[in-house]
């Protein structure tokens, strides 16, 4: 918005409010760390996608970890399907898993220089929520300073064994991280567990190496799974498989024209903002599909990834009051679209769901 001021010799001239132009700044700098975040998920989910490829090549040719090493493993969609559909018939079991990940070496298993359960508790206790998580698990007191007691820590964890108990990879070390933020569940409130949750990732990551993103890719494929499964025990009260159709460009500025973003304005930096459908565009979350469900014709943008790792959808729904723009995440527990229905704020003034709307698309926690 322009303003006129008196200029010097009496005259008029027209300025410029320095505040819209900061805005605008600010919200250019946003929507680029938005395009950084959602290219660093792209190219996580190919990664994801390859090692998975991997490990249907492992299976499917007697469990040979040289596709485990491989740089790719070509699997066609079909194959792809059907090796989902093993793991929905219970073909291939929890210990399957375990011990296709053993194939893979982690950190602690490695003599290079700079790993090992040393470098392991370095880069863990870099990260204070980490090192908490370690103290939790070990039942040990660690501080960032404790280099020897903490690698001994650290060896004692990954390396624990016990009937019916292999911390070695992530399948056995699941029930050790359920207790670990159960605890921290009854001590710390929505917004703080949700930043432990993903630094139990992390620390996951930092313990196991390869192993965690294998164990993640695989979790992902049993996920389809469970989903196909519970998909086919409910056919009757399934609304019938329609169509999709990728939305032409007339159509997609005329619903981003009627698109109204419920929830309050938030601050930051002493600063006032609204979620707005301009902001989903350029964070690439516009409207790119249609498809139509009971009647009514709903527009998808194309699916993204949380930080948190679950997969999500924004919905732009055709309503008396104008388009809705509503958020969907899948469930990594039941494979289940849910609705997104309210907002969190993160400690770095990022965001997380606004009255539906991921409000992360704008700077994710």
């Known amino acids: 918005m322009g303003f006129w001021r008196r200029s010097r010799n009496g005259g008029e001239e027209r300025g410029t409010e320095t505040l819209a132009g900061d805005t605008r700044n600010e919200w250019e700098k946003m929507a680029d760390e938005v395009r950084q975040e959602q ?9 994801r996608e390859r090692q998975q490829r ?27 399907v059907g090796f989902v559909r093993e793991i929905e018939r219970g073909k291939i079991t929890e ?8 194939k893979l070496r982690g950190p602690i298993d490695r003599p290079e220089r700079g790993m090992g359960a040393s470098e392991i508790f370095y880069k863990i206790a870099q ?25 001994r820590a650290v060896a004692n964890l990954i390396n ?34 949700e930043r432990y949750e993903k630094a139990m990732d992390d620390l996951e990551h930092n313990l196991y190496g390869k192993r965690f993103e294998y164990y993640q890719a695989f979790e992902e494929l049993k996920n389809e ?7 086919e025990t409910s056919t009757e009260r399934l609304v019938p498989r329609q169509e999709t159709y990728r939305l032409g460009a007339e159509r997609k500025r005329e619903l981003l024209w009627n698109a109204k973003v419920d929830g309050d304005p938030w601050q930051q930096d002493g600063c006032s903002y609204q979620l707005s459908p301009t902001i989903l565009e350029a964070a690439g979350l516009g409207p790119n599909y249609v498809t139509n469900v009971e ?5 998808l943008s194309d699916i993204f990834e949380l930080p948190s790792g679950r997969l999500a959808v924004e919905a732009y729904v055709p309503t008396e009051a104008g388009v809705k723009v509503r958020s969907y995440y899948r469930s990594n527990s039941q494979g289940v679209w849910r609705y997104l229905p309210d907002y969190v704020k993160d400690a770095d003034g990022g965001g997380g769901h606004l009255n539906g709307m991921v409000k992360g698309v704008v700077k994710n926690h």
């Open 95 to 102: 210990k399957d898993e375990e011990a296709m990940l053993l």
């Open 39 to 47: 290219e660093q998920a792209g190219r996580a989910q190919l990664s």
């Open 160 to 193: 624990y064994r016990a009937p019916g108990v292999d911390q070695r990879t992530p399948v056995g070390f699941a029930q050790k991280r359920e207790e670990v933020l159960n605890h921290v569940k009854t001590w710390v409130d929505r917004e703080t567990y």
């Open 295 to 299: 009647g009514r014709e709903i527009a």
């Open 127 to 151: 990260d204070p929520t980490q090192l908490s998580l370690l103290s939790i698990a070990t039942g040990d007191d660690l501080r960032e300073q404790d280099d020897d007691f903490g690698s």
């Open 54 to 80: 991997k490990i249907i090549g492992y299976f499917l040719n007697g469990n040979d970890d040289q596709y485990l090493v491989a740089r790719d493993v070509g699997v066609d969609e079909e194959t792809r």
């Open 225 to 231: 799974a469970m989903a196909s499964k519970n998909s």
